[in-house]
């Protein structure tokens, strides 16, 4: 039983990393490696009677939050669907306690995700750029009327909306792990953070730019430290 609770803790720990990347395939598989996460979470809460995870505010909150929705969309819209979406919700939220019962279990696990979307933004940086410049990208798919830049998710125009709302979390990764990111990937990051700024407005998406701005806005006005850097 140790060595199932071990093996499902590092898949775990491999699903959470493949996140960012399977994001860009769609939302079945992303979504399947999140189901799978909670599963495993809370199967080893419950063998191991670990409740206390479960004994925070943010989960109090997030509880009265998801009832509200769920009576919601039960006695005002009235529709099915909205109804099953409003359930499965809840998923979130205790994919919240497996990401803090994961970076508990592995101090690594931060540094190796901020690996990840060091290599996939500028994978998508480069691809989209090259999309730009020569009219299609390197796996072939052409740019959108526009002229609009897609990359890797070719015919779907949300390149601007993954980066935007995933930029944020990468680049409050370099600020935790200042003291463990050397100076060229530091200044490396600094770059990737300008030429995304250059491709969202590429990808003609408007809101997407507004929300990397906003985003940049208030975390270098939040943050104490990187003086040059504002």
Avoid: W
């Amino acid at each position: 039983i140790f060595i199932v609770i071990y093996i499902m803790l590092k898949i775990s720990n491999y699903l959470f990393l493949s996140i960012p990347l399977l994001l860009i395939t769609g939302p079945f598989l992303s979504d399947l490696a999140l189901s799978l996460i909670v599963i495993f979470f809370l199967i080893d809460v419950f063998r191991n009677k670990r409740f206390e995870f479960f004994q925070n505010k943010f989960f109090y909150f997030f509880f009265i939050f998801y009832i509200y929705i769920v009576l919601n969309s039960l006695f005002q819209n009235q529709n099915f669907d909205s109804l099953k979406i409003s359930i499965g919700y809840f998923r979130f939220g205790i994919f919240t306690l497996a990401v803090i019962h994961i970076i508990n279990n592995n101090n690594q696990i931060l540094k190796k995700l901020n690996y990840v979307f060091l290599i996939i933004f500028t994978v998508l940086i480069v691809d989209g750029f090259i999309q730009f410049f020569y009219g299609q990208n390197i796996l072939g798919y052409p740019l959108s009327i526009g002229p609009r830049v897609s990359s890797l998710f070719n015919d779907e125009l949300i390149l601007g909306s993954y980066i935007s709302r995933l930029f944020p979390i990468f680049f409050g990764l370099i600020i935790f792990l200042d003291k463990e990111i050397n100076k060229v990937q530091y200044i490396f990051s600094c770059s990737i953070f300008i030429l995304a700024e250059v491709l969202i407005y590429l990808s003609g998406e408007r809101i997407a730019f507004f929300y990397m701005n906003l985003a940049a806005i208030f975390t270098l006005i939040a943050i104490k430290n990187f003086k040059k850097l504002r």
